[in-house]
């Protein structure tokens, strides 16, 4: 925490002052807490957003099922579309299309409810607290409004659960409702979205960390992997994606792939003293 402090972190505070002005009940057990300035973005309209972003520079989108491994089809695939790379961020396809059986999902849920004042005091800001204070790194409390009056509820992390069969009644889903309730009581009236009340999904983990790196078990093979992000995504996608677009330099200038550990170690090495095989 002092660390952090240091930093400059921009809108760092410290104090427990903020449990009584974000109305967090003092029965819950919180007694410190700190805040600070941070993005948040609506990946719904986000990801809405970067399709409409790649469209316009010409990509075409085509939606199709694939169930073998990508090494198998490279030339096929490549053929068909005059792909000069193939890059595969397929998540949890990783397991197929990568030969990869170290990538599992972790399941979770978020509950949407009206955050326009009407109900409980507007939720202007995100609210959570860490897994070791919940006393689970499953089931924890996650409140983050979005722009259009909406506040998300969560969250869960159920590992190696495959099934998006979860509703408003489950137990699991009943317990984030109740626990977030008792952390910030007003949320004892809230309304759920009509439209959407409910959204769950599949965080696509892999058991060796992300894997950002060339496909190995072919010789001169043109694939590039970007997968196991899990549920930081949206945070690593930047950097996952430069790192990707060097591959695609490295593959279509003939140098030979590497594995990642070899990557990491030269990527620790200024730009302008890297080797080049």
């Not at 759920?192 to 599949?202: C, N």
Request: proline share 5%.
């Amino acid at each position: 925490m002092t660390e952090i402090m240091a930093s400059g972190v921009r809108g760092f505070y410290r104090g427990s002052d903020i449990i009584d002005e974000r109305r967090i009940d003092p029965a819950y057990g919180a007694v410190d807490a700190y805040e600070l300035m941070a993005p948040i973005i609506d990946t719904d309209k986000a990801m809405h957003w970067l399709m409409n972003l790649v469209e316009s520079k010409g990509a075409h989108f085509v939606t199709e099922t694939i169930t073998r491994d990508l090494v198998d089809l490279e030339d096929s695939l490549r053929a068909r579309f005059d792909a000069d790379v193939i890059v595969n961020c397929t998540g949890l396809q990783g397991e197929v299309l990568a030969g990869d059986d170290t990538v599992y999902p972790i399941r979770g849920g978020l509950i949407r409810v009206i955050n326009d004042g009407t109900d409980f005091p507007k939720v202007d800001a995100a609210l959570t607290i860490t897994a070791d204070a919940a006393g689970s790194a499953n089931e924890i409390v996650f409140l983050v409004p979005r722009n259009d009056n909406i506040l998300l509820i969560g969250g869960i992390a159920e590992p190696h659960e495959w099934e998006l069969n979860l509703t408003l009644d489950s137990p699991i889903i009943r317990r984030m409702r109740e626990r977030c309730e008792k952390f910030l009581p007003g949320l004892k009236y809230a309304r759920v979205d009509p439209d959407y009340p409910f959204a769950q999904g599949l965080r696509p983990f892999r058991g060796k960390n992300v894997r950002v790196e060339r496909e190995l078990r072919r010789t001169g093979s043109r694939i590039v992997h970007s997968y196991g992000q899990g549920g930081a995504g949206w945070s690593l996608s930047f950097g996952c994606a430069q790192d990707v677009a060097m591959l695609v330099e490295e593959a279509l200038s003939g140098v030979p792939a590497r594995p990642m550990a070899e990557m990491t170690n030269d990527w620790k090495i200024p730009k302008t003293e890297r080797r080049r095989w």
